[in-house]
């Protein structure tokens, strides 16, 4: 690493950190098409987006002053022209407006996502899809995320009532694989489920009433599975539109933690299908 191009930051209120500035109360109002990417696995993600031809691009690096040397191999993956800003802990702690334990950050920008029927277009004949309806908590969107990449999803839609997965803690919780996993964000999710239908899809809803248990499944070719919100679960009417599963668990036990529940079902449903090793 060219250590020429790291810049020095000693006022908390320098303009060029302005995006890095009181953190938490950014992430409420939003930041207009910017994220924040927090620690070394999901900037080596940012890294690898930034590098592709997605619509994915880093803007500008913050780190921890004595963290640089051990991060040498993932700066260098960034282009010369994104600028990598460094600073002590009491600046950094300053500048973000908390104590900043893991001293890695960086502005990242990402074009709005595709359309929902541009993104269904564009799977492949043989498809796996998570579906979110009505999840607004950040934990959960970033273990759907990280369960897509990890069991072979194509794609992850979310309906308008989800939380946006570039709010730095779902971001954080994916492990950066919000960056990675092709994702849709704004029809309904009548809207998204109809446009999956039309599109050869079938179609599982979760729901621990479910008609068939999840490792019962024999899937075809294209499959979306439908995740509903911990409590009130999804609508009764999506239940009685299309098929409906359940994993078995203890009896007595209300739900499983959404995260928890796509991942078993992810991998129920990838290895019936062939995807995994």
């Not at 930041?31 to 880093?58: C, D, N, W, Y």
Request: charged share 20%; with cysteine.
């Amino acid at each position: 690493m060219d250590a020429g191009r790291l810049i020095e930051i000693t006022d908390p209120g320098d303009a060029r950190i302005a995006e890095f500035t009181s953190i938490r109360e950014r992430d409420l109002t939003g930041r207009q098409g910017q994220f924040i990417a927090e620690g070394t696995v999901v900037l080596s993600m940012l890294a690898k987006a930034h590098g592709g031809s997605g619509p994915v691009r880093a803007e500008k690096l913050l780190l921890l002053k004595n963290r640089v040397a051990g991060l040498s191999d993932v700066i260098d993956q960034f282009p010369a022209d994104v600028p990598v800003y460094v600073a002590e802990t009491a600046v950094l702690d300053a500048i973000a407006g908390f104590h900043l334990h893991r001293g890695v950050l960086a502005v990242g920008s990402r074009a709005a996502p595709p359309d929902l029927a541009s993104l269904v277009s564009q799977l492949p004949d043989n498809a796996l899809v998570l579906v979110g309806c009505g999840i607004s908590n950040h934990d959960n969107i970033g273990a759907l995320f990280r369960n897509a990449a990890g069991f072979t999803a194509d794609a992850v839609l979310l309906d308008e009532t989800c939380c946006d997965p570039l709010y730095r803690k779902a971001l954080r919780v994916s492990v950066g694989s919000v960056l990675a996993v092709p994702y849709a964000r704004k029809e309904s999710v009548e809207t998204v489920l109809g446009t999956l239908a039309e599109a050869g899809f079938e179609i599982w809803a979760l729901s621990p009433s479910g008609t068939v248990e999840i490792g019962g499944i024999k899937p075809g070719r294209r499959v979306a599975l439908v995740m509903g919100t911990e409590g009130e679960g999804l609508p009764a009417a999506i239940l009685e539109r299309f098929h409906s599963a359940r994993i078995a668990q203890a009896p007595g036990l209300d739900s499983l933690n959404v995260g928890t529940a796509s991942g078993i079902a992810l991998y129920a449903i990838a290895r019936a299908m062939g995807r995994l090793g």
